[in-house]
């Protein structure tokens, strides 16, 4: 099937920038859009760039809610500050700012694209994506693949400026 494919097209290689191995994130699904890995990371990752997956935003799982059984009024929750491609980086819950990767888990939210709103007393949480939207969408690599892009093409898309060499080759260096 298609695993097998893919590790056949990338058995024996590994992806470089400027000489080293990289780190390759992957999620499910993006907002549309994929994160800048040095605004998230704080590390300068430059192969990391926002990178267009339109197709994303057709699946219906791209968009889910979520309503808290807390009320509004208990403790105040909001959105403080978003990165360049719409996920959240922040939020404050009461007096306390949270890092948003670990309110999406607290909370147990699907993406770290997420809206917060007040709604018939409760808080409602809107999230457009599945997963922390950084590296390589797997929904978007996968069309990519049915339109016949090779790993290598889909790879260097998401890894901007990275190249696919054998494992050999490094080691032999």
């Known amino acids: 099937g298609k695993l097998e494919k893919a590790w056949e097209n990338t058995e024996g290689k590994v992806l470089i920038y400027e000489g080293k191995l990289i780190y390759t994130p992957f999620f499910s699904l993006s907002n549309g859009n994929t994160r800048d890995g040095r605004e998230v990371l704080g590390k300068k990752y430059p192969y990391l760039k926002i990178k267009d997956c339109p197709l994303d935003i057709e699946v219906p799982e791209q968009l889910q809610t979520k309503t808290l059984e807390q009320e509004a009024a208990q403790v105040p929750i ?3 500050e978003l990165d360049t491609a719409g996920y959240v980086l922040k939020v404050r819950i009461g007096e306390e700012v949270v890092n948003a990767e670990e309110f ?5 939210l699907p993406s ?3 809206s917060i709103h007040e709604y018939e007393g ?6 457009r ?3 922390h939207g950084i590296g390589l969408s797997q929904n978007t690599a996968n069309k990519m693949a049915e339109s016949g892009k ?7 898309y998401f890894y901007e400026g990275c190249e696919l060499n054998e494992i050999v080759d490094i080691v032999n260096k």
Do not use: D, M, P, W
């Not at 999406?104 to 147990?108: C, D, Q, V």
């Open 78 to 80: 909001e959105v403080l």
């Open 104 to 108: 999406r888990k607290n909370y147990n």
């Open 112 to 114: 770290s694209c997420f």
């Open 122 to 127: 409760k808080i409602r949480i809107t999230t």
């Open 129 to 131: 994506g599945v997963g």
């Open 150 to 156: 090779s790993a290598t093409e889909i790879l260097e």
